[in-house]
C-alpha cells in the first residue's frame, strides 16, 4: 500500500479521467441536481473539485519554494469560489475540470525530490508534502461518489480502498467518541482494531465498502455484524 507520491500519480490520472467520463454525461439539469452532500447541487461538487486542486498546487508549490503559501486565500475565500463556480454550463465545469487538473499535474512534476519532505500548512493543519498526491486523489474519489451519479464505492480500486480504510480507521483510534469495533476485510484475512477489541462487534466485508460505511458514503448494508446485531454507527468523518 504505497503512499509514494510518484507511484500515486498514475492512480490519480486514471481516477481523474473517470471523473470526467462523468461530468461529460451532465447536462445543465444533471449538474443542478442535489449531490449526497447537504446544500451542495453536482455543481458545486464539481467547483470544489476544480479549487481543490488549484488550493494543493498553492501547498506543492510552498513545498517547492519554501514560501507559506496557503492552501486558499481563506475559508470565505474558498466558499465564495464554489459558490461563484456551481452554476456553470456544463462545458465550463468540463474545461475547469481539466485545466486544474493539468495544473496540478505540472506542479507534481516540477517537485524535487528535497522537496517531498517539506511541511505544509493545509486547513486543518499541518501535513507532510508527501502526502498531498494521495490527498487529491482521495479527494476526487470520495467526491465522485458525493456526485451521486453512477459512481459508487465498489467502483474504487482495491488498492484505493486499503489506503482509505486504514488511514480512516488509524484517524478514528486516536478519537474517544468512537464505539470499539473489529473491521475484518480481504476475505476476512486482515483485520483492523479501533478501541478495546473486548466485546467489539467485528464488522465484514470489502475494504472499500467497509472505508465508505466510516466516512459516512455508504449505509453499510453490503457488511456482516458478529454477534448478529444492528451495524455501529461511526461519527462524522472530519
Known sequence: MTMDPLLLT???DAATDRLLRTTAALDDTGLAAESLLPAWSRGHVLAHLARN???FVN???AARTGEPIPMYASATARDADIEAGAARPPDAHL???RRSADRFAEAVAAM???AWAATVQTRRGPWPAAMLVWGRLREIEVHHV???AGYRPNDWTEAFGHRLLHEVAADLADRSDVPPMVLRFDGSRHELVVGDRTAAP???GAAPELAAWLI???PGTVLAVTPDGSLLQPPEWI
Do not use: K, N
Open 112 to 114: 524535487p525530490v528535497e
Open 10 to 12: 498514475g492512480e490519480v
Open 95 to 97: 474545461d475547469d475540470l
Open 59 to 61: 501547498l506543492l508549490t
Open 216 to 218: 459516512g458514503r455508504s
Open 202 to 204: 467485528t464488522v465484514t
Open 53 to 55: 486542486a488549484d488550493g
Open 146 to 148: 458525493d456526485l451521486d
